[in-house]
């Protein structure tokens, strides 16, 4: 999990989501708030402002129009990171949608996690009916909109391939870091664990064949190979090579030599 670089909606679309957002948060009673919110974005969502809403979501996508979570999957679903089945106030605000997979969408569904006085509340099922507003608190689960997930994570290109959270976190933020493995089960789904394994060595395949392309090398081809890592699956494990250049063999002298390569 990577961060997802925003990039700014048209200006119509945005104003028409503000819009929405402001008829939602005019109703005053929250559970009748949550009911207009699933409506609305039911109804809301095949339009054409959601049309450039999803193509603006997909040019965000690491590699292939992969999944803001996993990065394996294809991205086809818009996912509200805070769900709006709890969060009405945040169904149509640009910055909680990601674009992400089937599997992530199916897993994480509606669950919610808060912090606090250091202690993780996971938010208890709604049913119909019986709704009411979410406990205060800091949310769990790491925002990949709005925060920068390698500084809570990092991937063990070594051994396990398994994210974990970093080394040397505060508790709160190892919380947050072990919640959202769990939540997304980054390291359960074995086609995710064993597909980073089968990044690295794509990754490092191509890597290799750029640093050694002669100084006599065509433009083309470089631009070709450029292109090719920039669209491998698992951006994170790409991500935790350029910063842990030193586990992967000769990777260093590849980055120092070629340093168009750091900014893919
Ligand atoms: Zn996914």
Same mark, same amino acid.
């Given at each position: =999990? ?24 005019? #109703? ?24 450039? #809403? ?58 919610? *996690? ?27 689960? #790491? ?33 947050? *870091?072990?919640?959202? !493995? ?46 090719? !890592? *920039?669209?491998?699956?698992?951006? =994170?494990?790409?991500?935790? =090579? ?23």
């Amino acid at each position: =999990m990577i961060r997802v670089e925003d990039r700014p909606l048209a200006r119509a679309t945005a104003e028409r989501l503000s819009a929405w957002q402001a008829e939602l948060d005019a #109703v005053d009673d929250y559970e009748r708030r949550v009911e207009a919110a699933l409506e609305a974005y039911r109804l809301r969502s095949r339009t054409k402002v959601f049309e450039d #809403v999803r193509s603006t979501l997909r040019s965000m996508c690491s590699g292939l129009e992969r999944c803001g979570y996993c990065e394996d999957g294809p991205a086809h679903h818009i996912e509200h990171i805070w769900p709006k089945s709890r969060y009405p106030e945040r169904t149509f605000v640009w910055l909680n949608l990601l674009f992400c997979c089937g599997d992530c969408n199916e897993r994480k569904n509606d669950r919610f *996690a808060v912090i606090r006085e250091g202690t993780l509340h996971e938010l208890p099922r709604q049913t119909k009916g019986r709704r009411t507003p979410p406990p205060q608190g800091q949310p769990a689960i #790491v925002d990949p909109r709005r925060e920068d997930p390698l500084e809570f994570l990092e991937l063990d290109l070594v051994d396990t391939f398994f994210v974990e959270p970093r080394v040397g976190l505060d508790e709160r933020s190892r919380l947050r *870091a072990r919640y959202t !493995i769990d939540v997304l089960q980054l390291n359960r789904r074995e086609v995710l664990v064993e597909g980073r394994r089968d990044a690295l060595r794509d990754y490092e395949l191509r890597v290799q064949d750029y640093a050694s392309l002669g100084p006599r090398a065509p433009q083309g081809q470089r631009e070709r190979l450029l292109r090719e !890592i *920039a669209r491998l699956r698992h951006r =994170m494990v790409w991500e935790e =090579m350029k910063r842990s250049p030193d586990l992967v063999e000769g990777l260093r002298s590849c980055l120092e030599s070629a340093p168009e390569l750091a900014s893919i």
